[in-house]
């Protein structure tokens, strides 16, 4: 399959939430915490009896169209895959934002804040190649490292930052109060 990958402008966001972020999911990592913590923990793959959906645009907060309204997005990246003429994919890359806590108010770091690849075109390298260009965005201002949140319910996202060569650098348990069942983790990569 042929596609192509590019940068746009802020203007094409309205067009990236055209394609589905939403997946359908039979497992999810359980997180078990050993001897109150003191003895580490373990992620392990439990299979659910139910397949669930999750969609990120479902919540107000999260939808692309907010973005504007409520960060300064002028130094963020809009990276965009496309084939034959047509939106298949998109990663946005927020930088340099004092009102992205992510970002730890560091200017050496950026995070991948969204990623998405229509889902007839998943599993085509689309993504990895998504994920490439926001590595490369990322170090061309100066970035060290790149910050990317998912949840334990996200499986295959889980396994593609591993592909990617990131690595988990936290586990919040607390982090969705209105989501008990949901676990952040956050990923990093190195540039």
């Known amino acids: 399959m042929k596609f192509q990958i590019s940068e746009e402008s802020v203007a094409t966001l309205s067009e990236h939430a055209e ?5 359908e999911y039979d497992h999810m990592l359980e997180l078990t915490i050993l001897r109150n913590g003191l ?3 373990v992620l392990e793959e439990r299979h659910l009896s139910v397949p ?5 645009d479902a919540t107000d ?8 309204q409520r960060f300064d997005v002028s130094k963020w990246g809009f990276i965009v895959a496309r084939s034959d003429s047509k939106r298949i994919g998109g990663a946005v890359v927020a930088f340099d934002t004092d009102t992205v806590g992510m970002l730890e108010g560091r200017r050496d770091l950026s995070v ?5 690849v229509d889902p ?9 190649s998504l994920f490439q260009a926001a590595e490369k ?21 889980c396994k593609f930052y591993l592909r990617q060569g990131c690595r988990l650098g936290a586990i919040n348990r607390l ?9 952040q983790l956050l990923w990093y990569k190195e540039l």
């Open 112 to 116: 991948l804040w969204d990623i998405r």
């Open 137 to 157: 965005w990322s170090a061309e201002r100066g970035c060290h490292q790149m910050k990317i949140e998912t949840q334990n319910t996200n499986l295959s996202a």
């Open 175 to 183: 982090a969705y109060p209105n989501q008990p069942d949901e676990i």
């Open 19 to 23: 394609v589905s972020i939403a997946f």
């Open 61 to 68: 907060e999260d939808r692309p169209s907010t973005w504007t």
């Open 52 to 56: 669930r959906t999750k969609d990120y």
């Open 120 to 128: 007839t075109f998943r599993g085509h390298g689309v993504g990895s």
């Open 39 to 41: 003895g580490g923990f």
